[in-house]
């Protein structure tokens, strides 16, 4: 079985201090690809999934690293999430993150 073509789209979004949770992707039901790198600082991030409205109120941890490109701080779904991705800084520390997805 062969996939489907897709366009990938990289953004940066920068996560704020205040450990608030930053929604990075909206809800898509044709979602197939998403990869998070956490390569511009070595603070840790959560990422979680919750609706377009409501954030979550847990998720999985990502390690950072300040060496751009480190496989250690990205994360690839193998198959990606349909529902909103939120992201947050685990540290009162605000830092950038990589967003690569198809939508």
């Given at each position: ?86 992201a947050?800084?685990?540290d ?12």
């Amino acid at each position: 079985m062969r996939g489907h073509n897709a366009s990938l789209t990289a953004k940066t979004v920068t996560l704020p201090a205040d450990q608030s949770w930053v929604k990075i992707l909206d809800s898509n039901a044709s979602r197939m690809y998403l990869c998070i790198q956490n390569d511009h600082d070595n603070h840790s991030i959560m990422i979680g999934f919750s609706n377009d409205t409501v954030a979550p109120t847990t998720g999985m941890n990502l390690d950072g690293s300040a060496t751009v490109g480190n496989l250690a701080a990205t994360f690839q779904f193998n198959v990606a999430p349909i529902n909103a991705v939120w992201a947050k800084v685990n540290d009162a520390h605000a830092h950038d993150i990589e967003v690569i997805y198809d939508d």
